[in-house]
């Protein structure tokens, strides 16, 4: 080639070009990831060192957004509205919201208020916060009317218990003076002891090799008498506290007292996949049965969850 050889482009018109750019932009992803609301908790009184003067927080653990998103799924949290915001209230229902999103976790945190499942405080350090109630069991009643999951973790499955009739120990040292510690304050997520599985339940299903799993255990509260419809998939080994329930009704609804969002790189604790696998597995269906339906407003396919290296 000669040193006078210049070397030119073929010419591409604008229209070429913005043709081009439409058929990008117009390619539209056949699938999506699971929709997975999560309940906030709520901090009424900030410390005064986060800077939020007269301020309420909404908030969701990392641990719970983590256990979700390793999953392949997406976590949304979804803030409560009080009753002062006129204009959310007004413009957005709960039933908007629970449209948009495939499921929902309900994860742990204060108490549930006695006066929820008609009972008065044994104590005032165990009121509970009857505003997060009201919130929660709002949005449970909704996901389960449009037939999508619902998983309670700690007090999320206390709620779940009380949502269908039940109630709570208040107090378990109280009430249950035989019962071993299930919470120390100092310990907090380090104290474990063992659940023994309910033969025959469908939690068994996702522990065929073991009828007896080691946890965590962070709850001066438990379960007293069960709901309607609700039974009890696994207990306390060393005193029969219940540790895990299960909806029977015609859509998917579970409950576990400890707290598998926190097992994670802990062996001697159970495998905390199987539970969130089960979970979006059946979030996945509900949505697909929408989809099939006619009842979805999104296209696209949900992926299938994602199941970790070992799993």
Not at 111 to 132: E, I, K, L, S
């Amino acid at each position: 080639m000669s040193s006078s050889t210049v070397l030119t482009k073929s010419p591409v018109s604008k229209t070429t070009r913005a043709a081009s750019v439409r058929r990008r932009d117009t390619t539209v992803p056949t699938e999506r990831a699971l929709r997975i609301g999560v309940s906030a908790r709520l901090l009424h009184q900030a410390p005064q060192e986060l800077g939020f003067r007269n301020k309420i927080l909404q908030y969701i653990e990392q641990s719970v957004a983590h256990w979700i998103m390793e999953h392949g799924a997406v976590a949304f949290m979804v803030p409560a509205v009080a009753h002062d915001s006129k204009h959310a209230a007004r413009h957005l229902k709960v039933e908007q919201v629970v449209q948009e999103l495939d499921a929902l976790v309900l994860q742990g945190g204060a108490d549930v208020a006695p006066q929820t499942y008609g009972q008065t405080p044994m104590d005032p350090r165990w009121q509970g916060d009857v505003v997060r109630d009201r919130y929660e069991l709002a949005l449970l009643r909704t996901f389960l009317a449009q037939k999508k999951p619902v998983l309670g973790v700690c007090r999320g499955a206390q709620l779940l218990n009380v949502a269908f009739g039940g109630t709570l120990y208040q107090d378990i040292p109280t009430q249950c003076p035989a019962a071993h510690a299930h919470v120390d304050t100092d310990l907090y997520d380090q104290l474990e002891h063992d659940v023994t599985f309910l033969q025959g339940t469908a939690l068994t299903k996702l522990y065929p090799n073991a009828s007896q799993l080691r946890v965590t255990s962070i709850h001066h509260q438990a379960v007293a008498e069960l709901g309607k419809g609700v039974v009890v998939e696994a207990v306390s080994t060393l005193d029969g506290l219940v540790e895990a329930i299960r909806w029977t009704g015609d859509t998917y609804a579970r409950g576990v007292q400890w707290h598998p969002e926190f097992h994670h790189g802990r062996d001697a604790l159970a495998d905390s996949s199987p539970i969130m696998l089960d979970f979006l597995e059946a979030s996945r269906a509900a949505a697909l049965e929408r989809l099939a339906n006619g009842h979805e407003p999104d296209p696209r396919v949900p992926r299938a969850p994602l199941r970790l290296v070992g799993d």
